[in-house]
């Protein structure tokens, strides 16, 4: 899942409503933000009518501070992938062995990007991703809208927001939504550069690998990476990747900011191989290009293997 | 990734290998076809693709073999794959570039003689498993 916000008011509201329902819950609640942040989601929480500070005593409820637990894995220009897995493997290995389900809030790749480290931003993604595909939790990434050169706009979001429920945003006037982090729906945003096409197959990798469906998973990476590689190259746009699933299969969306373009309708040229989507013709059982408030949704249907 | 490099084997027949890396995508693929172009250079008769390190390649990187297959064969040369990746093999049937031979491994690719996959052996479709009975026959 992941958060789009401009001002710290609205991620307040808007994080404080998911860190408050996970509370409300019974979940485990962690949350790697910096000082002011905290602050914000503690009154935010207080506010809510969840007792923070109850939470916190009985260990349901953890707050770390974002620069200082980069720092602990950050090794100047590098990141040290054991010292992420002992701290934050650790952490929710820890978390996860109360059997309560498990959600966390983290900013550290929001300060990775915010420095315009996004080798290493998007490095720690791919650490989280491989967590992920571990252990069993719930995921909300802060980005600052900013810092995503062609951010998706408010209409956008709210439009794949009714697709895919895993986004939370603000909503002012609106109940917070609520999201339940069993729900088998991944989102992630990536930036508009070619590096990112494989953060973004990479980050699906993660999410299906405990699927255990190796043709699926073979076809996620291919369709993914032909998906998100024609939303950096042709639209040269931010995008972002959800992922779907049921027992029966998958759906992966790639949005980006772009709109949709007379070329886009006809057949042609969507399924030139130019373009690489005549792959993803060929592998999806479905697939098709719709058109956004502010862009388009791009998104392809992949059945799991009968085992 | 390593350079090309160039071996000739007892039929004096000079073989360029390039080596590829674990995943192939629009980050970076043109520096593959660099890899690739620079292995099909006038003499080579073998333009051997090592794959073997690489588990995926997207359609980007595939065009850039498809077009140092167009250039190995406009000089006369062939162009093969070494792979048993199967995410690989998937990518390669999917766009129809099984047609280029297979190699399971590059020592067999190296071993090969010339042409091993008989007359217009590159348009043919040649799986590994297909490949194999080619052997067998041969």
Redesign the interface.
């Known amino acids: 899942v992941v958060q789009f916000y401009d001002g710290d008011r609205e991620l307040a509201t808007s994080v404080g409503g998911y860190l408050a329902g996970g509370i409300a819950a019974g979940d485990s609640v962690v949350v790697v933000a910096t000082h002011p942040h905290r602050l914000a989601f503690e009154a935010g929480l207080t506010a809510a009518g969840a007792h923070a500070g109850a939470a916190g005593a009985s260990g349901r409820l953890l707050m770390l501070d974002a620069a200082e637990t980069l720092q602990g894995f950050r090794d100047g220009g590098r990141l040290d992938h054991d010292r992420f897995e002992a701290a934050l493997g650790g952490l929710v290995r820890r978390v996860a062995s109360t059997g309560r389900p498990v959600r966390i809030y983290a900013e550290m790749v929001a300060l990775l990007w915010d420095a315009g480290q996004v080798t290493l931003a998007l490095e720690l993604e791919e650490l989280w991703n491989d967590l992920g595909s571990r252990y069993r939790f719930s995921l909300l990434c802060g980005y600052p809208a900013g810092l995503l050169a062609d951010e998706p706009s408010a209409a956008d979001i709210e439009a794949v927001r009714r697709v895919h429920t895993g986004v939370v945003g603000p909503q002012p006037g609106q109940p917070e939504e609520k999201i339940s982090g069993a729900e088998a729906e991944d989102v992630r945003s990536f930036p508009g550069v070619?590096?990112a096409?494989?953060a973004a197959?990479h980050f699906v990798n993660g999410v299906l690998r405990p699927r255990r469906d190796?043709?699926l998973a073979?076809?996620a990476?291919?369709v993914t990476?032909?998906l998100a590689?024609n939303a950096?190259?042709h639209a040269g746009s931010a995008f972002t990747v959800a992922v779907s699933q049921s027992p029966a299969g998958v759906r992966i969306s790639v949005w980006d900011a772009i709109p949709m373009q007379a070329a886009d309708w006809n057949q042609s040229p969507m399924t030139s191989?130019e373009h690489?989507l005549?792959?993803v013709s060929?592998?999806a059982s479905r697939w098709a290009v719709e058109p956004l408030p502010d862009g388009k949704v791009v998104w392809a249907e992949l059945p799991a293997s009968r085992s | 990734m390593s350079g090309s490099r160039e071996r000739s084997n007892g039929l004096a027949v000079a073989t360029a290998v390039a080596a590829l890396p674990v995943e192939i995508d629009v980050s970076n693929a043109d520096r593959a076809a660099g890899e690739l172009f620079a292995a099909v250079k006038p003499g080579v008769r073998v333009v051997i693709v090592d794959m073997t390190l690489t588990t995926f390649c997207d359609s980007s990187g595939l065009r850039a073999i498809a077009q140092a297959h167009d250039r190995a064969q406009a000089q006369g040369a062939e162009l093969r794959l070494v792979t048993a990746a199967p995410g690989v093999l998937r990518v390669l049937a999917v766009t129809g570039l099984d047609t280029v031979p297979v190699y399971p491994r590059l020592d067999e690719a190296l071993a090969a003689a010339p042409g091993a996959t008989g007359p217009g052996g590159s348009r043919r479709r040649v799986s590994v498993t297909a490949l194999e009975r080619v052997h067998e026959c041969c």
């Open positions: 070619r590096e096409v494989r197959r190796q043709a073979q076809d990476a291919i990476a032909e590689a950096v190259l191989p690489g005549g792959v060929t592998i």
